[in-house]
T-cell receptor, first 115, second 118 residues
Framework: AQSVAQPEDQVNVAEGNPLTVKCTYS??????LFWYVQYPNRGLQFLLK??????LVKGSYGFEAEFNKSQTSFHLKKPSALVSDSALYFC?????????????FGKGTTLSVSS | KAGVTQTPRYLIKTRGQQVTLSCSPI?????VSWYQQTPGQGLQFLFE???????NKGNFPGRFSGRQFSNSRSEMNVSTLELGDSALYLC?????????????????FGAGSRLTVL
């Protein structure tokens, strides 16, 4: 069965510092991996995805994520956090051999950036 | 172009009632899927429709149902509401599914319909 784990319910960083939001996954075969962000009273917004190829994926708003197959991880990173990055972040996975577009999401990590 | 539109945004129901939620996908998107978001369970997949046919279904009781119309608009229905059905219901649309390789397609989510069951 597919699953996603986000081990931290909350991550706190100071503005200007680098941030990392962790994600590990379990899937049969090769994965498609996604990061989404949710602001209060809003739907999910797509940040970036890993399909294949380069392990470092760059996305929206200066975010990037590193795919590590041996560790089955897909951590989200940003070199310099902004207060406006404070939101709820979700990691999601879908197997390459899966029909359809259904995603398995992690529980989410609340990112809090202080000024 | 317009995004995914969900109506209503907020609604309050009482136990035993039923509710219908609506979703209009991005123009040209033929796949629509639904998710339930709760603080305890996070985001859980309900079902996916493509060309008016349910293609995938999550692990939810039969009280949860949906349908898709020829214009790709979708509705979901929850009958005999329970307190635990209180949640944010999110609809997402995606471009045409042609094969499993389309699994890289990005889902675009609506703002959600927040259901409160009293």
């Amino acid at each position: 069965a597919q699953s996603v784990a986000q081990p931290e319910d909350q991550v706190n960083v100071a503005e200007g510092n680098p941030l990392t939001v962790k994600c590990t996954y379990s899937v049969s075969g090769n994965p498609y991996l996604f990061w989404y962000v949710q602001y209060p009273n809003r739907g999910l917004q797509f940040l970036l995805k890993y399909i294949t190829g380069d392990n470092l994926v760059k996305g929206s708003y200066g975010f990037e994520a590193e795919f590590n197959k041996s560790q089955t991880s897909f951590h989200l990173k940003k070199p310099s956090a902004l207060v406006s990055d404070s939101a709820l972040y979700f990691c999601a996975v879908r197997a390459h051999n899966q029909a359809g577009t259904a995603l398995i999401f992690g529980k989410g990590t609340t990112l809090s950036v202080s000024s | 172009k317009a995004g995914v539109t969900q109506t209503p945004r907020y609604l309050i129901k009482t136990r035993g009632q039923q509710v219908t939620l609506s979703c209009s996908p991005i123009s040209g998107h033929r796949s629509v899927s639904w998710y339930q978001q709760t603080p305890g369970q996070g985001l859980q997949f309900l079902f996916e429709y493509f060309s008016e046919t349910q293609r995938n279904k999550g692990n939810f009781p039969g009280r949860f149902s949906g349908r898709q119309f020829s214009n790709s608009r979708s509705e979901m229905n929850v009958s005999t509401l329970e307190l635990g059905d209180s949640a944010l219901y999110l609809c997402a649309s995606s471009a045409v599914i042609v094969s499993t390789s389309s699994g890289a397609n990005v889902l675009t989510f609506g703002a959600g319909s927040r259901l409160t069951v009293l």
